[in-house]
């Protein structure tokens, strides 16, 4: 929440900010203004009266559509579809280490260079997978203030911002905890410990935690109270949006980039925090929001019939005038739904070496999952969404020439993905001696004093030289591997707050790091081991 005097502030330059065309007699030209607001982890379910009270006030006045679904079990498969347009198959998005490839669509880039200002706010953003989307990385500016910014500066914008804070672990604030040991058995320690683990832990990879039915209950609970907190955010949020006069100049999306698993199938959570991600239907269902300016005359509506994230672009695109045919969100045409997912999302084990793949299609009311190991077909599974929403009971012998039908496009699809890709770097130099650290210049501990302002990786080197940062975070079943890639021997970290530290970094308690040039398997630094300290 912000402070009430500080709202009232940024109202009064807003306001300020809509008198600048008069003053200058002329109209605003009329170029909307984007903002994509996506919350992590957010299932369709929870979106009842009770949990999201003020969201599902302000959905009256939009558009509705209670048939969305997203691409991938995973964070960044599902922006990359949001801002590009590209299902998982077409992307390349599959682990920690890849970005973007060269030759596909961006259309935040064709948005930049015609004068939007694109732009995110958070550090996470800086990560590979969010590279070369056309983003300006604006880490560490606060939301209000810097839209109230954009209000005086009178040049149209398009802004993502995720809400981040519905990731496990589920821990709402005490003003929006629910009574969860009330839903568990009496007396039962064991059940309130698996509770403190989801309380506390942002993932909970598969086998780590023997769950019991009985603790579905408490879990959905408390995931349902990380959802009434963000629905307080977003009530001062739409204030703020309302009576700035943005509401007549922008296009407000609300999405989730996924759902997360409640048991269903055993875990809590999804690919990213299970490392045992599926395309089940409680991971894919997510809320869409659509908030138009009123020039567009687009009356609110509930829209039923499916959608997923890959036509949120297209229609942004359409709105926006910068494509001539028809929001493809508005369309009555009939349409199938693909998906596809690694099974770690960005807690593969081996970021430059996938090796097990999900894929699901949809026609109609049947869905086909198919399991691929090492590029091989292992696993088909066969659905009939009507009769069975929750996925129990395998109908692949009773349909087979459904499933046939379904998997030979599903198979096309997967044997044509899009292979994973990496930073471009232009060829290494085989002479060149392998980096090693300057700042810091070895190991050491940390506490939020020393990265809440700015932290500062840097190591000799070349700054024309692309280089990849290997890290190893945590330890046992909490083990990330991952990689960063940059051009130049250095990597910045700013804007990191308090919440994030403690939440997404501490618990996993040191982190090794070494690096080398892009394409030089024999020239890496020394590991470097950072000790996070509360």
């Avoid at 993502?160 to 003003?175: F, G, I, Q, S, V």
């Avoid at 999900?358 to 869905?367: L, N, P």
Wanted: aromatic share 10%.
């Amino acid at each position: 929440m912000w402070l009430r005097s500080v709202f009232a502030s940024l109202l009064a330059l807003a306001a300020l900010a809509s008198l600048v065309p008069l003053l200058a007699g002329r109209a605003a030209p009329p170029r909307y203004n984007v903002i994509l607001l996506t919350v992590e982890s957010l299932r369709i379910e929870m979106m009842s009266d009770a949990n999201a009270p003020q969201l599902r006030a302000a959905a009256g006045q939009g558009l509705s559509f209670t048939q969305h679904r997203a691409i991938s079990a995973w964070t960044a498969p599902n922006i990359v579809a949001l801002l590009t347009g590209l299902d998982g198959f077409r992307q390349g998005m599959h682990s920690s280490a890849d970005m973007l490839p060269r030759g596909l669509p961006r259309p935040l880039q064709d948005l930049s260079r015609e004068g939007w200002r694109v732009s995110g706010l958070q550090p996470f953003m800086l990560l590979n997978q969010f590279q070369s989307l056309g983003l300006l990385i604006e880490a560490g500016e606060s939301l209000l203030p810097w839209l109230a910014a954009r209000r005086l500066e009178q040049r149209p914008f398009f802004l993502w911002h995720h809400y981040l804070d519905t990731h496990l672990p589920y821990a709402p604030a005490p003003a929006f905890m629910p009574d969860w040991e009330s839903l568990l058995p009496a007396g039962d320690a064991r059940a309130q410990a698996r509770m403190q683990i989801v309380m506390t832990q942002s993932s909970i990879p598969a086998g780590s935690v023997a769950w019991q039915p009985s603790d579905r209950p408490a879990i959905a609970a408390l995931h349902a109270g990380t959802l009434r907190q963000f629905d307080a955010w977003f009530g001062d949020f739409w204030r703020f949006f309302n009576d700035s006069g943005l509401r007549d100049t922008t296009i407000l999306v609300v999405t989730a980039d996924h759902g997360d698993e409640h048991l269903e199938r055993g875990q809590v959570g999804h690919a990213s925090t299970t490392r045992a991600g599926h395309l089940h239907e409680e991971l894919l269902r997510v809320p869409l929001f659509v908030w138009l300016p009123p020039d567009l005359k687009v009356a609110p509506q509930h829209l039923d019939r499916p959608t997923d994230h890959t036509q949120v672009m297209p229609s942004l695109l359409s709105w926006l005038g910068r494509q001539p045919s028809a929001p493809p969100l508005l369309s009555s045409s009939q349409r199938s739904w693909s998906g596809l997912t690694s099974h770690a999302g960005f807690g593969e084990p081996d970021p430059y070496r996938v090796t097990v793949f999900h894929a699901a299609r949809i026609e109609g009311d049947w869905k086909l999952h198919h399991e691929y190991r090492d590029g091989r077909l292992t696993e088909a599974r066969l659905y009939n969404l009507s009769d069975d929403p929750g996925e129990t009971l395998n109908r692949i012998a009773q349909a087979p020439e459904i499933a046939t039908r379904l998997g030979t496009k599903l198979e096309s699809d997967f044997a044509a993905r899009q292979q994973s890709v990496s930073l471009a770097a232009p060829a290494a130099d085989v002479g060149a001696p392998a980096p090693h650290w300057l700042e810091p210049a070895g190991s050491r501990a940390l506490r939020f004093v020393d990265v809440k302002d700015r932290f500062r990786l840097a190591w000799s080197g070349a700054p024309e030289t692309a280089y990849r940062i290997e890290y190893e975070a945590g330890e046992g079943r909490m083990t990330l591997n991952g990689t960063l890639e940059t051009l130049g021997p250095e990597r910045i970290f700013s804007g990191i707050d308090e919440h994030y530290w403690r939440t997404y970094i501490l618990p996993y308690q040191r982190v090794r790091l070494r690096v080398g040039p892009v394409g030089r398997d024999d020239a890496w630094s020394d590991w470097l081991e950072l000790r996070a300290l509360p």
